[in-house]
C-alpha cells in the first residue's frame, strides 16, 4: 500500500465529512440519557439485591460498586477501597472465623503471586473474601487490588497484569483499555494452603472467576451473591444449532460449589447466573493447576484445534471479490444469529474462509469454526444470491480426509470442493473425461461424481462424491 | 479551590469533542447520518455511567466503543430502515481538486460495501490516524489483521471509487 494512497483516503474521508455537525440540543441529550441510565442501572442494582435478600436471606453487607471515581473512593485501614466488595467486604464461609487459616491462606496468596506483578501495581493488602471447608477441602479465595496506572506495554497501551498460559508469565500480555482498576482474584486450597489460580477481575466487579481446579478438573468454585448454575459441555444438533443444560451450584456461604459428574472438557464449562434469562451473567470460568502444581495465572484456554489451513485472509477461489459475510454483520455474529455458536461466550475466532462465485450468480463462503472444544471443527456455508442469504451446517471438518471441504449447494447450483495445495479435476460418470477445476478449490457442477486430488509430489487420489 | 464536577467535566468534553466524534461515527456507519448520532449519543450515555473507571483520556476510549459498537450493531441495524435524508440528495461534491472528484454518497456507499469491521479498521487507520498497534487493541485484534483489513480495504475502496482519485499523490 502506498503512502500517497493512503493519505489520499485519508483526505477523502476527511472531505466527506467536513460538514457533519451535532444536532442542536445533542450534548444536553447525552447528559439527560447518561444520568437516566445510571439511575436506571442502580435501581436495577438495588432491586436485583433486593430479591436476592428477599428469596435467599443472604445477607448483603456491603454496596455494590458504584461510579465514583478512584482517587475519591474511600479506603478501610489496609488501604483497600471500600467501593470494592472482593477487597473490604467481611470475610464469609465457615472458616471466616478462623484466623489461623485466613493467616495461612493470605501467606499463600502473597507467596504465589507472580513477580510480573509488580509492587507498583499492588493497592491496599490482599484480603480473604471467603474463605470455608469444601468437598475438595479447605478453600480461601483471596483477593488484592491493583492498578493499571504502573504498568505500560511497549507499544504504550497499559496492561493491567501479565501472565501466561500454564503459569509462565510475560508470554500473554494482557491489554485493558477499560478499566482503570481491577483485582487479582485466587484461589487457594488446602489444609496447608497453596495458591492454585489466579485471574483478574476487571474493574473490581462483584463477580469473581469461576475456578475449575482439582483432578480431572472435577470441581468448579466460585464467589457470588448470586445463585449459579453451571453447565458441562455445548449439545451440537444435527443442524448445527447449540443448546446447554443447567444444574444448579450448591452454596456455601457466598460461594458457589459444583462438582463435575464426570470427565469435561475445561474450556466448555460455563457458569452463569439465570441462564438464557435477560439479565444472564456469565461469570468467567478459569482453570487452576493441581495443588502441587504452579497457580495457572490469567489462564485462558487455547483456542480449539483448527484445521490448520490460513485464517489471517480467506481462501478466495477463481478471484472471487465476494464479501467474508452474508449480511455484513461480521462473521461470529452471523453465525450466532444462526444459533451454531456458544449461548454463553462463543468462541470468536473461525478458522479459514472459503469464498467463491457461483457460477450463474450469487456466492458462498464456507467457514471453518470449532462452537466447542470437545467436538472439533465444522463447516458452515453462507449462501448469498441463490434465494435467501442464510447460513447452513454442513458438520464436522476432517482436515486430514483427502477431499475435506465437499458440499452440495442449495438448489442443485453445485458442489463446492476444496484441498488447499492439491490440483483438482472432477468428471460426472465413472469412465468420463477428466475435467480440470484448477488449484485449492472449485464449485463443480452438481453432476459431479468424482474428484481426483492431487497433493504436490503425490499420487493422485480419487474421492467419490455423495 | 472548589472541586472538580464530574458532570460539567464530561458535559465540557462532549460540547468539544462531539463534532469530530459524530464524523467518526459517520464513517463507521457508512454515511447513515441519523444512525451516526444515535450510536454516538447511545456510546457517549453508557460512558457517562462508566466515566468515574476510564483513566486518562476519555477520547481514544470513546472512540474505540464507537468502533466496536459499529462494528456490532446488528440488532438494530437489521430493524433499520436505511434513509436518505432530502438535505443529503444531490449534495456537492467534496475534493474538487483537479484530479477529479469522489462524491460524498460515493464514498459512503464504497464504505458501506465493506464488511464493518474492515470498515472500522479504515476509519481509525485513515481518518482517526491510530496506529496499528492503537487500531488492533481499539477493536480487541491482532495487529495482523489489522494489516491485511487494511490491504484489502484500501483494494476494495480503489475498486469502488475512482481509481484517480485515490492513487494520486
Known amino acids: 500500500m502506498e503512502t500517497t494512497e493512503t493519505t489520499e483516503l485519508s483526505r477523502v474521508l476527511r472531505a466527506a465529512t467536513e460538514d457533519i455537525e451535532p444536532r442542536t440540543g445533542f450534548a444536553p441529550d447525552v447528559l439527560r440519557g447518561g444520568r437516566r441510565r445510571r439511575f436506571r442501572r442502580r435501581a436495577a442494582l438495588s432491586g436485583t439485591l433486593a430479591a436476592v435478600v428477599a428469596a435467599t436471606g443472604i445477607s448483603v453487607s456491603t454496596a455494590l460498586r458504584g461510579d465514583a471515581p478512584v482517587a475519591s473512593a474511600p479506603s478501610d485501614a489496609s488501604g483497600n477501597d471500600r467501593s470494592i466488595p472482593m477487597v473490604s467486604a467481611a470475610t464469609r464461609g465457615d472458616l471466616a472465623g478462623d484466623q489461623a487459616y485466613l493467616g495461612a491462606a493470605e501467606a499463600a496468596f502473597r507467596a504465589g503471586l507472580p513477580a510480573t506483578v509488580p509492587d507498583a501495581a499492588r493497592v491496599g493488602a490482599p484480603h480473604v473474601y471467603w474463605a470455608g471447608t469444601t468437598p475438595a477441602g479447605r478453600a480461601a479465595v483471596v483477593a488484592w487490588q491493583v492498578t493499571s496506572s504502573a504498568i505500560t506495554g511497549d507499544d504504550g497501551a497499559r496492561i493491567l497484569v501479565t501472565g501466561g498460559t500454564n503459569g509462565s508469565p510475560a508470554t500473554d500480555l494482557k491489554h485493558v483499555y477499560e478499566e482503570a482498576r481491577g483485582v487479582l482474584v485466587g484461589l487457594v486450597l488446602g489444609d496447608r494452603p497453596a495458591l492454585i489460580g489466579l485471574r483478574v477481575a476487571p474493574g473490581g466487579d462483584q463477580d469473581g472467576p469461576a475456578f475449575l481446579f482439582g483432578e480431572g478438573d472435577r470441581f468448579l468454585l466460585t464467589v457470588n451473591t448470586l445463585p449459579l448454575s453451571m453447565s458441562t459441555r455445548l449439545s451440537v444438533g444435527p443442524d448445527g444449532t447449540t443448546a446447554r443444560g443447567w444444574t444448579g451450584m450448591t452454596e456455601y456461604d457466598g460461594a458457589w460449589f459444583g462438582t463435575m459428574g464426570g470427565p469435561v472438557v475445561p474450556g466448555d464449562v460455563r457458569v452463569a447466573y439465570r441462564p438464557g434469562a435477560a439479565d444472564m451473567r456469565n461469570i468467567h470460568v478459569t482453570e487452576a493447576s493441581g495443588p502441587a502444581g504452579h497457580p495457572r495465572l490469567q489462564r485462558d484456554f487455547p483456542a480449539p484445534a483448527l484445521t490448520g489451513w490460513p485464517t489471517d485472509d480467506p481462501i478466495r477461489l477463481g478471484g472471487s471479490q465476494a464479501s467474508e459475510e452474508v449480511a455484513g454483520l461480521g462473521l461470529i455474529t452471523e453465525l450466532a444469529q444462526a444459533g451454531f455458536t456458544d449461548p454463553i461466550e462463543p468462541m470468536s475466532m473461525p478458522g479459514f474462509r472459503l469464498i467463491a462465485d457461483v457460477p450463474g450468480g450469487g456466492s458462498v463462503i464456507a467457514v471453518e469454526y470449532a462452537p466447542d472444544f470437545a467436538g472439533g471443527p465444522r463447516l458452515y456455508l453462507g449462501v448469498r444470491g441463490l434465494g435467501p442469504e442464510r447460513w447452513l451446517f454442513c458438520g464436522p471438518l476432517d482436515a486430514k480426509a483427502v477431499l475435506p471441504v465437499s458440499v452440495l449447494l442449495p438448489d442443485g447450483k453445485g458442489r463446492l470442493v476444496a484441498a488447499l495445495g492439491a490440483q483438482l479435476r472432477y468428471r460426472s460418470t465413472v469412465d468420463g473425461a477428466w475435467t480440470d477445476a484448477g488449484k485449492d478449490g472449485a464449485i463443480l457442477p452438481a453432476t459431479a461424481t468424482q474428484v481426483e486430488v492431487t497433493e504436490p509430489g503425490q499420487a493422485p487420489q480419487m474421492v467419490t462424491l455423495r | ?169
Open chain 2, 1 to 169: 479551590m472548589s472541586a472538580i464536577d464530574p458532570d460539567s467535566e464530561f458535559a465540557d468534553f462532549v460540547a468539544h469533542r462531539s463534532t469530530a466524534l459524530l464524523r467518526t461515527a459517520y464513517l463507521l456507519c457508512a454515511g447513515d447520518r441519523a444512525a451516526a448520532e444515535d450510536l454516538l449519543q447511545d456510546v457517549l450515555e453508557r460512558v457517562y455511567a462508566r466515566r468515574g473507571r476510564v483513566r486518562g483520556d476519555l477520547e481514544p476510549y470513546v472512540r474505540s466503543a464507537l468502533a466496536n459498537a459499529s462494528a456490532n450493531r446488528w440488532r438494530t441495524r437489521s430493524r433499520r430502515v436505511t434513509e436518505t435524508p432530502m438535505d443529503a440528495v444531490a449534495e456537492p461534491g467534496v475534493g474538487g481538486h483537479e484530479g477529479g472528484v469522489v462524491d460524498r454518497d460515493e464514498v459512503t456507499r464504497a464504505l458501506g460495501t465493506l464488511p464493518a469491521r474492515m470498515r472500522a479498521v479504515l476509519v481509525l487507520r485513515f481518518f482517526d490516524d491510530l496506529s496499528e498497534a492503537d487500531t488492533a487493541a481499539a477493536l480487541g485484534i491482532s495487529t495482523g489483521t489489522v494489516k491485511s483489513q487494511t490491504a484489502r480495504g484500501v483494494e476494495r475502496l480503489r475498486g469502488l471509487l475512482a481509481a484517480p482519485d485515490l492513487t494520486r499523490g
